[in-house]
């Protein structure tokens, strides 16, 4: 009996297919092979660590998807690999995701407003929409409370042509802001000409997604604690008095950079609101 063994010579693995890596560029057409979800590349931008590029479909819709393999370039597959220039120009798109209107001044502020309960509120709404509200002339005011806020509602005059559209944190059933919401729309001229909406936070720092700055949640903060010094407690950040509250404030503000980076049930207010102000 012979013996023999097999070399590197007597066979050979098939060579494995390297396929083309294209920059994610803004405007690139790609389908996602899994889902069949077709878009455009309007963005790409780090998430937890991963790198994710944002597509756009051809009705306006957008959803994420992590870099790599996995995608069709004219019907070929590719590997997309970040762009060497970033993938989405500050000249397409604002914050808040919409196309950004060029060479238009802001527009003389309109008789309508958008309320909110406190500075970080209308800090944190100016940050992503504040592009699109100057370009549609809607101030942002932040009310420091709604305690009284039948009362205010009655003093602005709400009417056509005067909206209001007004945005309270914590508004779930039961709770003493809903009682609030509603006894403001009582108000003269509040039907048809005011919105009041909400979110389910206690505070709008919690409707930042603390993945923004890199965590999977929040710490949790007993309930007998002020929200904001229990986060930054939580956080190591200092928190003994206002000072490092709004160098807190400050720092997580500094993390958003788009509507992405906000809770989807802060985002769908915000854009009933300014639908409710500009739209006829």
């Known amino acids: 009996m012979s013996?023999?063994?097999?070399?590197?010579?007597?066979?050979?693995a098939p060579a494995r297919r390297v396929l083309p890596k294209v920059g994610a560029e803004a405007g690139l057409v790609l389908e996602d092979v899994q889902t069949g979800w077709v878009g455009a590349v309007v963005r790409v931008e780090k998430s937890g660590g991963l790198h994710l590029m944002v597509l756009e479909d051809r009705r306006g819709k957008t959803k994420s998807f992590e870099l790599g393999f996995g995608f069709l370039l004219d019907g070929e597959p590719v590997e997309v690999v970040p762009a060497v220039k970033a993938a989405a120009p500050a000249s397409r798109r604002t914050a808040s995701g919409s196309v950004r209107v060029e060479n238009v001044r802001a527009r003389t502020a309109k008789a309508s407003r958008i309320w909110v309960e406190g500075k970080h509120d209308a800090?944190?709404?100016?940050?992503?929409?504040?592009?699109?509200?100057r370009v549609e002339g809607i101030v942002v005011e932040p009310l420091h409370g709604v305690d009284d806020l039948y009362a205010a509602v009655k003093e602005f005059g709400p009417g056509p042509g005067r909206r209001l559209g007004i945005l309270v944190d914590h508004l779930v059933p039961g709770s003493k802001e809903s009682r609030?919401?509603?006894?403001?729309?009582?108000?003269p001229g509040a039907r048809g000409n005011v919105l009041i909406v909400?979110?389910?936070?206690?505070?709008?720092?919690?409707?930042?997604?603390?993945?923004?700055?890199?965590?999977?949640?929040?710490?949790?903060?007993?309930?007998?604690?002020?929200w904001k010094t229990g986060i930054l407690k939580g956080l190591g950040w200092p928190h003994r008095n206002h000072t490092d509250v709004a160098i807190g404030w400050k720092k997580l503000l500094g993390s958003v950079t788009s509507y992405a980076d906000l809770e989807p049930s802060l985002l769908g207010r915000v854009e009933e609101v300014i639908d409710f102000l500009t739209v006829p």
């Open 123 to 133: 800090e944190l709404v100016e940050k992503v929409w504040g592009d699109d509200l």
């Open 3 to 12: 013996n023999f063994s097999w070399g590197p010579q007597d066979i050979s």
């Open 198 to 226: 909400g979110h389910p936070y206690v505070d709008v720092w919690q409707a930042i997604k603390p993945t923004a700055i890199g965590l999977a949640a929040w710490p949790v903060v007993p309930r007998n604690e002020d």
């Open 180 to 187: 609030i919401a509603a006894e403001a729309m009582t108000s």
